[in-house]
Each structure stands twice: as C-alpha cells, then as structure tokens.
C-alpha cells in the first residue's frame, strides 16, 4: 500500500475520532453542564489518535504528508511539497 494510501486512511480516522470528539463534548455539556474536562478530553484523545500522523514522511527526503510548507493540513499531499516524488507510488521503500 502506498504512503498516500495509508495517510489518507488515517485521515479518515482522525474524522471518525474528531466526530466522537465533538458527541463527546456535546453529551457532557448537555448531562452534566458546560465542562472544561470534557473539552480537554476530547482534544487529549485527538493529539494522541494523531501521534501516527507524524510517521507518514516522503520516503525520499523525508517530509511529512501533511505538511504543506509550514502548515499542517487535514488531508495527506498525493505528491510531496519539497521534493516532488510520488507518495502514491505503490512500493516507497524500493528506492
Ligand atoms: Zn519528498
């Protein structure tokens, strides 16, 4: 599987949590009152179901997917912003 393929299934994760996230936040507001904890849950459960994020760089120099210049962006770069390679080559460690 390619880089951008796996990159862009786990954006669609980061969704599925970001979703739960905010049910999370709305649920606990709407039972227990506004709450700051709850907040803070949801946004310590996305950071940590985003850690992975991190390990999708270019496998020729080594750039991350989801960074285009300095911004992060949701969705995965289908070819990489520095270098120019194919992050939807099926093979990246055949180089
Ligand atoms: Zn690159």
Redesign the pocket.
């Known amino acids: 599987m390619s880089l951008y393929a796996r990159a862009r299934r786990h954006a669609w994760r980061m969704m599925g949590v970001l979703a739960a996230g905010v049910v999370l936040v709305v649920l606990v507001d709407r039972l227990a009152g506004h709450s700051t904890l709850a907040f803070a849950a949801a946004i310590l459960m996305l950071l940590i179901a985003n850690a992975p994020m991190l390990g999708f760089n ?1 496998p ?4 991350n997917a989801f960074f285009r210049g300095v911004l992060v962006v949701p969705w995965p770069n289908r070819r ?1 912003t ?4 194919d992050l939807d080559a099926p093979a990246p460690q055949n180089r």
């Not at 520095?82 to 390679?85: A, I, P, Q, V, Y």
């Open positions: 270019c020729t120099c080594g750039k990489c520095r270098c120019g390679s």
